[in-house]
Each structure stands twice: as C-alpha cells, then as structure tokens.
DNA sequence: GTCTATAGATAGATAGAC
DNA sequence: GTCTATCTATCTATAGAC
C-alpha cells in the first residue's frame, strides 16, 4: 500500500500492481460471499488467481483487510450505480416509483453484494467502522429520495410524514429481504422469491407499496 | 439421540440429558448467533456449559447437527408464539395491523433468532432443507394471514391482488432488515434503526405501509 | 455418561531466496 | 514483486479410562 499504482503497459505484461490487486479482489468477493468471513478460505483465494497467497499479504495485509477492501469496492459499484440515477424530471409519484424499481434491480443483479452486507452484520459492521473510505463514501440515492420527497410533500402529494432515511430502509428492506432470505424463506414456505416468472409482481408489489403509503388518506391529516 | 429422554428429577441432580441438550443449546444458540456458524467454535461452547465438549459430540454427533438442532429450536419458538395470535376477532384492517406489530415486537425481541436466520441464509438453508422436524413446521401466522386476507379481500375491503405469502413477505422484510442489518445502516446512514425512541414511529409506520398497500385506491378495481 | 488427552487436519501468516 | 517451503496456532473430532 506504499508504492504508488504503475499504469498498465498495453501488450507488456509485466509487474501490474493495479490489475493483480483487482483479480485478488474480485476472486476474494466471491469467496467472501459464497462462505462468509470465516468460511471464506485465503488459500483457496489464491488458488483461483494467477497469484499466490504471499501476495495478498503482501497487498493487503491480512484477511481482515482484504474484506474490507472487497466491502469498499462493492459500496463504490453501488454508489456509482446511485449517482446514474435520473429520476428528478420525473413527477414526485412517479420518481419515487422509478427509483425502487431501480433499487430493486440493482439488489436483484448484485446477490454477492447482498452477502456481503449480510456477513458484515453478523460482524456488527466492524469493518465498515473500521474503514475511513467508506465512512465519507455517502449515498447520492438517498440525496435524490430527500429532494423527491420534500417536493412530493410540499405539494400536498405524499401525505406520509417519513423522512428519505426512513424511505430509503423501507425500499431496501423489501429488496434485500429478497434476495438475503430467499433460501430459508423458500426452504419453509416453498416459494423462490426471486422466481423469475413472479419478478415483475413483486417489482410492482414494491412501487404500489411505497407509493400507497406515502399518499394514503389519514386520521390526522 | 438413540436414548429416551429422562425426566428431571427435582432435587435430585443426576444424569439428566434433557437439561443437559437443553444447556448446550443455550450456549450453542449465543455462539452460532455471535460468530456465525465458521466463527463459532465448539471449545468455546463447550467451555460455557457445565459440560464438556465430548458430551456435545455424544449429544449432538458434530458441530452441524448442533447447528441444525439450534435452528430447530429456534423456529420452534417462532411458531409457538404463532399459535398464541389471537386477531381474527378484529376486523380485517386491525386484524392485519396487529399482526404486523406482533411480528415486528417479535423481531426486535429476539435479535439472536434474526442472526441465526441471516447465518443459515449465507449457508444456501441447507441445514434447513436436510431437517425433517423444519421441513414439516409450517406456519402458523401464514394461516391467519390467509384467513384475515381472503376476508378483507371478499368484503372489498382490501383492493390488493397480493397472496398471503406475499404479504408475510412484505411484513417480514421491514421488520427483518430492522434488526438484522442495523449495524451497516447505522455505519452507513448515520442512524440506529433499533433505538427505542424510534421504536413507535417504525412500529406506526409498518402498520401504515400494510394497510395502505391493501387497501389503496386502484385504477384497474 | 463423563472426563483427560490427543489425534489429524488445516487455517492464517511469514521467512527468505531470487 | 514473486516464488516455495514452512511455522505456529487452532480447530473439529475421537480414543480410551473410569
């Protein structure tokens, strides 16, 4: 973590830093993901990369800094993902529509991502704690749910008194259970919540519910 | 497992293996809970009970039936807490929201169960799908769901096409990503999902989000 | 049924040559 | 930067006496 990265010398295949360090990090996801923190296995690690095993220490400590740099880079491909949001030309119903959708196919496309969020609660997060790069990583989705909302409130449209953080958990919390719980909840209820053939009922479950809450008629309104 | 049961025999402290199994799964419910079924070690359960780590391979045969018998145990007290619901007096709009608010109490009470559930999910449910006791546990709280839907959807009453598998998803996955992914959305987002003065706002706000999916206004009733 | 001691395998981590 | 070989600790599991 010293030396500073070389670029990448097309055609010469030479001492890569950068490109040995990515190929450790997208086999070490994956082994992340498949077995846990301590299920997953440096050995095999390394194995299923052109390097060795002396190489991942040499880049990045240990295994415990190597999940941490696996969870910094999943968080960095969601926000990405989050900042290609384009929703606010949209009407706040059906902005807020369109961004679960999104939401919903993001969690959809990224199960190992969703692992990994799970196998970091079990570890209370500590990584994440740990972690400068992702304490001031943010989230621009929750940005554009802040703005919809205040709009959508202003107006008289969302009746709801939530607040984006609060939006924000009641999305993910219907798309990561999802995909999170999909085997123990198929194992006991026998049904594959990610069945393809039910994907666009539970895409419009999602939006219908969100959107009846946020402009229900109430009591107290 | 071949022996029958003893019963206790108060006052006198002998050989007792139904207090014994009972202990180690104590204990073994806390370790797999905390660390996760690689992180967990059985020196460390072993060491927590008034037995010994033999007595827990005499019992048990190996570390994953002991995993396998503490997710049976657990469930088992999901559903008998099932069979306490008492809502179908209600009608349909209370008798839903009642509902939601016991699952959600039941949740934060028992946060262990949450992890082991998480736990199992990252392990594909295979303990789940090779127990014969889990496999056959049903549901109880499915069962009232179904009643209390089909009678709100036949009075008109709830407009929503959604099943009670459906809708048992919906409940559980806000009340489920509440507890078990706490710990990076507290890291992440800057707030404790679980923190008690809060507790009553996400309890109305569950309620709220149900009831208004099942009974907003729709365009195609 | 309960104990001590230990087998047997494997994990994370590192030494040291090149 | 990269390799082989290996250290040290520790884990699951069991043997065998009582």
């Known amino acids: 973590m010293t030396s500073v990265e070389e670029p990448a010398r097309p055609g010469v295949r030479v001492r890569d830093g950068a490109r040995t360090k990515a190929e450790i990090l997208d086999v070490a996801t994956q082994e992340f993901a498949r077995a846990g ?8 690690i ?25 969870l910094e880079r999943a968080y960095g491909v969601v926000r990405e993902a989050e900042q290609q949001l384009d929703v606010e030309h949209l009407d706040p119903v059906a902005g807020i529509r369109r961004l679960a959708e999104l939401t919903f196919d993001h969690h959809e496309r990224h199960p190992d991502f969703i692992r990994l969020v ?3 609660n079990i570890h209370d997060a500590e990584h994440i704690a740990a972690s400068e790069k992702l304490g001031r990583i943010g989230s621009p989705a929750l ?8 709009a959508g409130q202003e107006s008289g ?12 958990a009641m999305i993910s919390s219907f798309c990561f259970f999802r995909v999170a719980n999909r085997h123990t909840f198929g194992a006991l209820f026998g049904r594959d919540l990610v069945d ?19 402009t229900a ?5």
């Open 196 to 214: 393809p053939a039910r994907r666009e009922r539970y895409r419009t479950m999602l939006g219908d519910m969100v959107i009846a809450y946020l």
């Open 46 to 70: 390394a194995a299923r990369t052109r390097t060795t095993k002396r190489m991942i220490y040499y880049y990045f400590g240990g295994k415990e800094q190597l999940f941490t740099a696996v």
């Open 217 to 221: 008629e109430r009591a107290g309104g």
């Open 157 to 168: 449209l969302f009746t709801a008194d939530a607040d984006a953080v609060d939006l924000h």
């Open 143 to 150: 940005e554009v749910i802040r703005r919809i909302l205040a």
């Open 37 to 44: 923190f301590d299920g997953a296995r440096v050995d095999e």
């Open 118 to 120: 799970s196998i970091e």
